[in-house]
C-alpha cells in the first residue's frame, strides 16, 4: 500500500468549525508518482492472477475493518470537512456493506455469460480486469466515494490509483492503511497526493487503463478531455440538482420532516439532495411555512453535536462563502430567502436556509447550491410539476410524492434523470446503482452494473 506525501503542503487538515489549519501535507513528487505508477502495474500482473474468490476474500476483510473503525474513521472526517459523527460512522457501515456486496456477489457477477451461438460452437462473454485505473473523488462523502469505486474494481482483479480531495489527506491515508491491515497487497491501491498536473501524468501513462472521478461539472469536463486524448475509459459522476415533486399529502408534518431531514443530511452537501423541491399549489404555503419554522429553529452545533435541531459547518470557509454568494445574488435578483447567515469567525458555519421565489431568468434557477438551503417552487399542475423538474441541465436523481402511488409512478417514469424515486427520497444500498445523464455525468457504480464499467467483456469461442 502506497501513500505518497508528507507535512507541509498543499494537501492540509483545516477545521471548518473553527477555520483552523490542524496539518499539511507535501503533494507528491514526480518520482514518486512514477513510482506509483510502477508498483501499481506490478501489482496488477500479479492481482489479476489469483483468483476472484482469493481477491474476494481479502476485500471481505477490509469491509470488517470499516465496521470495526467506524468510530475512529468518523472523528477523522468530522474534523476534516465537518461531518456530522453519527453520520460519520452511518457512513463507515455503508462502506462495510458495499465492500462486502462486492465481495460476496463479485464471482457472480463475473462469471462466464454463456452466447447462444448460430454456428456451432459454444460462445461465451468473459468478464476479465483491465489494468490500473485511477479515481479521482470528492470530500462530501470521503470513505463511501471511494467504497463505492474501490470494492467491484479490486474484485474484479484491476489495481488502484486513488488521488483524493485536498482537504481529506487523512482519511485517505486511513483507507490505504486498512487495505494494508486487510492484506491488499503492495502496489494494488495506492493513495497519492497528487497535484492537478500530475493527474494529466497519470491518466497518460500507458499503465493506466481508466480514470472514475466524483466531482465538479469543471473538473469532470477536464478530466474527461484529457482521458478523451488518451483513450481511456471513465466514468464520471457529477452535479445534481434533483427534483423532488410534492403532489398532495395526507401528514403535512411528516412531509416537511422527510423533505428538511434529506436536505440538511451532510449538511447538505449531497450530489443527489433534494435541490428543486416542487410543491403544489394548494399545499404550497402550509410547506414551506413549515420549513421556514425549521430552518428558523436549528441551532449551530459540532459535527459531534449535530443532528435533529443542530447543524454542522460545511466543508470549508471557501464553500460557505461561495453558497453566500449564491444566496446574495439570488435576492438581489428577486427571491426571497430566510436564514443562510455566514457565520463572522472565519468558520464554515452556513444556517440553513428556505429559498422561494426563484424564476427560470435567475442563477439560481440552473444552479446547484451545495449546502443546507432547500429552494421551492410552487406549481399547480402535473404537467407543469414535470416540465419544472426536467427544465435543467442536470439529471443525477429524481424523486415523486402522491398518496395516489399510481399518480406519483405517471410523473416518476418520465423524469429526465438516471435514478428515479417514488414516494421515497432515494433508493439507497450496495445493491442499487448509482448514476446521472445529462450533465450530470455517465456510468453507474454499486449494484451489478458497477462491476461492469472498468471490465474486459472478453469473446471467448470454442469451435465444434
Not at 11 to 38: C, I, S
Not at 289 to 314: F, V
Not at 346 to 373: C, H, I, K, Q, W
Amino acid at each position: 500500500m502506497s501513500n505518497v506525501g508528507s507535512a507541509a503542503g498543499g494537501y492540509r487538515v483545516e477545521n471548518p468549525a473553527t477555520g483552523e489549519v490542524v496539518e499539511k501535507f507535501d503533494n507528491a513528487t514526480d518520482e514518486e508518482v512514477q513510482q506509483v505508477l510502477e508498483s501499481a502495474h506490478k501489482g496488477y500482473l500479479s492481482w489479476r492472477e489469483k483468483t476472484i474468490e482469493e481477491r474476494a476474500a481479502i476485500v471481505n476483510k477490509v469491509a470488517a475493518l470499516f465496521g470495526e473503525r467506524k468510530e475512529e474513521l468518523a472523528k477523522i472526517i468530522a474534523e476534516e470537512m465537518g461531518k456530522p459523527t453519527a453520520e460519520g460512522e452511518e457512513e463507515a457501515e455503508f462502506c462495510e456493506a458495499i465492500f462486502n456486496y462486492y465481495a460476496d456477489n463479485g464471482p457472480k457477477f463475473a462469471a462466464d455469460e454463456p452466447i447462444e451461438s448460430m454456428s456451432g460452437g459454444k460462445a461465451f462473454i468473459q468478464r476479465r480486469p483491465v489494468g490500473t485505473l485511477l479515481g479521482i473523488m470528492p470530500w462530501n462523502f470521503p470513505y463511501y466515494q471511494v467504497a463505492r469505486f474501490a470494492a467491484p474494481n479490486l474484485v474484479l482483479g484491476n489495481t488502484i490509483i486513488l488521488k483524493h480531495a485536498e482537504i481529506c489527506p487523512r482519511s485517505s491515508a486511513k483507507i490505504a492503511e486498512i487495505m494494508k491491515e486487510a492484506g491488499i497487497p503492495e502496489g494494488v491501491y495506492s493513495n497519492i497526493y497528487a497535484t492537478h498536473e500530475q493527474i494529466e501524468t497519470i491518466i497518460a501513462d500507458d499503465r493506466v487503463e481508466g480514470v472514475s472521478l466524483t466531482g465538479s461539472e469543471r473538473a469532470g469536463s477536464a478530466v474527461a478531455a484529457t482521458a478523451g486524448k488518451y483513450l481511456k475509459k471513465a466514468v464520471l459522476e457529477l452535479g445534481g440538482s434533483d427534483p423532488y415533486i410534492i403532489l398532495d399529502t395526507d401528514d403535512m408534518n411528516e412531509a416537511v420532516d422527510t423533505a428538511w431531514g434529506t436536505r440538511l443530511y451532510n449538511t447538505g452537501q449531497v450530489c443527489n439532495a433534494n435541490k428543486r423541491m416542487i410543491v403544489m399549489d394548494d399545499i404550497y404555503d402550509d410547506f414551506v411555512s413549515g420549513l421556514t419554522e425549521r430552518a428558523q429553529s436549528w441551532e449551530k452545533g459540532t459535527p459531534a453535536e449535530a443532528g435533529d435541531g443542530k447543524y454542522s459547518p460545511l466543508s470549508s470557509r471557501s464553500a460557505a462563502e461561495n453558497l453566500r454568494k449564491q444566496l446574495d445574488r439570488a435576492v438581489e435578483q428577486g427571491a426571497t430567502l430566510v436564514g443562510g447567515e455566514l457565520a463572522t469567525d472565519g468558520s464554515a458555519y452556513v444556517s440553513p436556509a428556505v429559498l422561494t421565489g426563484v424564476t427560470s431568468e435567475m442563477d439560481a434557477y440552473r444552479e446547484e447550491l451545495f449546502g443546507p438551503v432547500a429552494t421551492v417552487y410552487k406549481v399547480s399542475s402535473d404537467d407543469e410539476a414535470l416540465a419544472l423538474a426536467n427544465d435543467s441541465r442536470f439529471g443525477l436523481g429524481g424523486a415523486v410524492f402522491a398518496k395516489d402511488e399510481e399518480r406519483a409512478a405517471k410523473l416518476a417514469q418520465r423524469l429526465d434523470v438516471g435514478m428515479s424515486n417514488v414516494n421515497t427520497p432515494a433508493g439507497e444500498g450496495a445493491e442499487i446503482p448509482f448514476g446521472g445523464t445529462k450533465r450530470s455525468g455517465f456510468g453507474r457504480e454499486l449494484g451489478p452494473y458497477g462491476m461492469d464499467e472498468f471490465v474486459n467483456k472478453r469473446m471467448y469461442y470454442v469451435a465444434d
